[in-house]
């Protein structure tokens, strides 16, 4: 992800969807130093979204069990 990421970095847009929260990333990629380089990467000059709230696939799946 890091290379990619790089190759990108102040060139092209790129949008990246995840349903960890940032803050667990470390945790998630493991080395601080690989998990710093790409926060940084995708943190600086972002627009952030974070979506709150029940699940769709609930709703949805709630919907097909009771019809």
């Known amino acids: 992800m890091l290379e990619i990421l790089e190759e990108r970095y102040g060139r092209r847009f790129t949008i990246v969807t995840s349903q960890v929260p940032v803050e667990n990333w470390h945790q998630l990629i493991g080395d601080p ?35």
């Open 33 to 67: 130093t690989y998990a710093d380089a790409i926060l940084d990467r995708l943190v600086h000059n972002a627009t952030r979204i974070d979506l709150d709230g029940e699940s769709m696939r609930k709703k949805r799946g709630g919907r097909a069990q009771t019809a």
